[in-house]
């Protein structure tokens, strides 16, 4: 309670990869108003791929730090539904056909929308969410370090969101 009243009061939340990688959740605001999706599941075969990561909020804040697109090697995350049906601005999306979207039998395929990156306002706070992150290299990728730094910085400026 004290968390969700921080961010609600202006407050600040920046969360990669696994901080919403798990099937099962036990705190409804967390997932569902902070991240703004539920995750479903990731490759397993194999389960670090390639593949091409779009940016598509190229007047963001965040967006104008990166190029229109890249290439980089991850665990990709599929999420129940698109967080932009949350009120998510959508940051950059992964194009299904540089990889295959099969979670050992589970189809993980979204489609043409399938979000990677995205911010939120909720309440006066501001949420910053990355999928990307699970192996040690993917920080040693200047596209992602350019992501997570201005990511970090339009989470810590209070005016983002008005």
């Known amino acids: ?44 075969n194999p389960q670090f791929q ?37 009120g998510a601005t959508v940051i950059a999306t992964l194009d299904e056909s540089s990889y295959t979207p099969d979670g050992a039998g589970q189809d993980l ?6 979000p990677i990156a995205w911010t939120r306002c909720v309440g006066r706070g501001r949420s910053f969410y990355s999928a990307i992150g699970h192996k040690p290299e993917t920080y040693t990728e200047p596209h992602y370090n350019a992501m997570l730094e201005a990511g970090l910085e339009w989470a810590m400026d209070r005016n983002a969101c008005k």
């Open 109 to 114: 395929r979204m489609g043409s929308d399938h």
């Open 1 to 44: 309670r004290a968390f969700e009243n921080y961010i609600n009061r202006g407050g600040a939340f920046v969360g990669v990869h696994g901080t919403a990688g798990d099937f099962i959740y036990f705190w409804d605001w967390y997932v569902d108003t902070l991240i703004g999706a539920r995750f479903i599941g990731h490759p397993m």
């Open 50 to 86: 390639e593949a091409r990561v779009v940016v598509e909020a190229k007047d963001h804040p965040i967006g104008k730090v990166l190029p229109p697109e890249w290439k980089m090697t991850d665990e990709w995350y599929s999420f129940r539904t698109s967080p932009r049906a949350t």
